[in-house]
């Protein structure tokens, strides 16, 4: 099998050497997609109001921090991301900027439904994060690339109204360069296959990597690309033309498979190599507060929350925990230095379990611990740890005796109840009465800009009016 000109000969195995065609794939595996949901967040909020169409968004982080997503309009303005809310406010509102909290209940929901959505049309689909997908194309539909990734972004757009941009490529690595070429391309319509580069972009495969920086290659972060740089290595054709013995070297054995990824060799993905997935080692609930708490009732609400939340995770992984540690502090910038801490105590459990009550009676034995009176505490959460298969966990023969495994029995299939009545109903609908019942107080998430849940709160649904 020749090797395509864009591979180095010297680098890549014949044998293993990718086919420079976007027809059929590869005796070494499928095509890659790549689905990327275009400004996720931004969308999502412009969903359910079409008078935002064309105008500049941007949504913030947790407790209305940082910006953390925006619509093409609002890049247009200079908006950059990151940048904390508070130092640009009056600049945004200058602007006409629409300012958005973080309203995670709705990108969940719509996530799932663009995914499922990819599942009517492709027959694998690996989700990577809340807005990305990769899609294995196999068989007929390796035979045409484009038309696949045409169909996707029709489809999608027609069933959940979030548009997407599709980028095809022999590895996960080039799929992710080609999804950046297919957004940022407007010739491209959303849709780029690397295979077809010249007739596309008028460049060849090796012109289009060196003109990306290589801080734009999947799983080369900041620190990374700086110590690259500083070698010399500044695109993504350097990068991949590096050595094998200094990219190991330097970047370990995950840097050159990425290298490779670059050459068009597929090595990165538990699916591709039969692997199974890494198991969890913890479960963690944790979030900052709105603002400083000095009452130790409401840090017992905070604390029996994040318990709940975090067993409610538990469960759904299929999975029981072995102890369960407690974690408050102080903010880092506080000025008072006498008023700073940063506490936590570990609780291991007789016998591991997934029940939400013993869970918070845990956290406030650890939060009675560890409160000191009078300090403000800026955050607060809790870790299970210690995990197994609850299928698979070991029983007490004291437990049998005592009556205490089917007490335990018992409160599991309480659980599952409740777990399926808060899935229909909306999360927390069912909760402990430790959790609190005031969702304004003050140690929950500041969003002064939260939209409505649309399609995840019966009271919050969308109305539609007719004339």
């Known amino acids: 099998m020749p090797v395509p000109a864009f591979l180095p000969s010297r680098l890549v195995p014949p044998a293993m050497a990718p086919s420079p065609s976007s027809g059929p794939a590869s005796p070494t595996g499928p095509l890659w997609a790549l689905v ?24 913030l982080s947790n407790n209305d921090g940082c910006i953390i997503s925006r619509s093409d309009e609002a890049k247009a303005l200079g908006v950059e991301m990151g940048t904390p809310a508070f130092k640009v406010r009056r600049e945004l509102a200058r602007l006409g900027v629409h300012v958005f909290s973080s309203n ?16 009517t049309l492709a027959p694998e ?39 997407i941009s599709v980028g095809i ?15 940022r391309t407007p010739r491209c319509e ?17 012109a289009l990597l060196n003109s990306l920086p290589v ?38 054995v995950t840097g050159l498979r990425t290298v490779l990824e670059l050459r068009g060799l597929p090595c990165i993905g538990a699916a591709e190599q039969g692997e199974p997935p890494a198991p969890r080692h913890t479960v963690v609930s944790s979030r900052s507060f709105a603002g400083r708490i000095t009452d130790v009732a409401m840090l017992r609400e905070a604390l029996a929350t994040h ?28 000025e008072e230095a006498a008023l700073r801490c940063d506490d936590g105590v ?25 409160f000191r009176p009078g300090y403000p505490y800026a955050k607060a959460g809790v870790m299970l740890y210690g995990l197994e298969r609850a299928d698979t966990r070991q029983g007490s023969l004291l437990a049998l005796a005592d009556g205490t495994a089917e007490r335990d029995a018992a409160r599991e299939r309480l659980m599952a109840v409740a777990d399926r009545i808060n899935a229909r109903h909306g999360r927390g609908k069912l909760r402990h009465a430790a959790e609190g019942l005031d969702d304004k107080a003050p140690w929950h998430m500041r969003q002064r800009h939260r939209s409505p849940r649309r399609t995840t709160a019966w009271k919050e649904l969308a109305e539609a009016l007719c004339k």
């Open 125 to 163: 689909v690996e989700v990577y994060s809340i807005d990305e997908a990769f899609l294995p194309l196999r068989g007929p539909l390796a035979t045409d690339p484009v038309g696949v990734g045409r169909a996707l972004r029709e489809r999608v757009g027609r069933w959940t109204g979030i548009p």
């Open 215 to 252: 801080d734009a290659v999947w799983g080369v972060g900041r620190r990374l690309a700086a110590m690259l740089r500083g070698a010399g290595i500044t695109t993504a054709r350097a990068l991949r033309d590096a050595g094998d013995d200094w990219v190991r070297r330097r970047m370990s």
């Open 104 to 119: 995670y209940a709705l990108y969940g929901d719509l996530s799932n439904r663009v995914m499922r959505t990819l599942g």
């Open 36 to 59: 990327d949901c275009n400004n996720f967040y931004a969308s999502c909020e412009r969903l359910f109001r079409p008078d935002l169409r064309g105008k500049a968004i941007v949504v």
């Open 307 to 334: 318990a709940a939340l975090a067993g409610a995770k538990l469960r759904r992984a299929g999975l029981v925990a072995g102890g369960l540690a407690v974690h408050v502090r102080t903010a880092r910038h506080d």
């Open 169 to 183: 490529a022999p590895t996960r690595t080039l799929a992710k360069l080609a999804g950046r070429v297919a957004k």
């Open 190 to 206: 959303g849709v780029f296959d690397l295979a077809r580069c010249r007739e596309v972009l008028g460049m060849d495969v090796d």
């Open 346 to 370: 570990s609780l291991p459990l007789p016998v591991p379990t997934a029940d939400t009550t013993t869970f918070i009676r845990l956290a406030h034995e650890g939060l009675d611990r560890v």
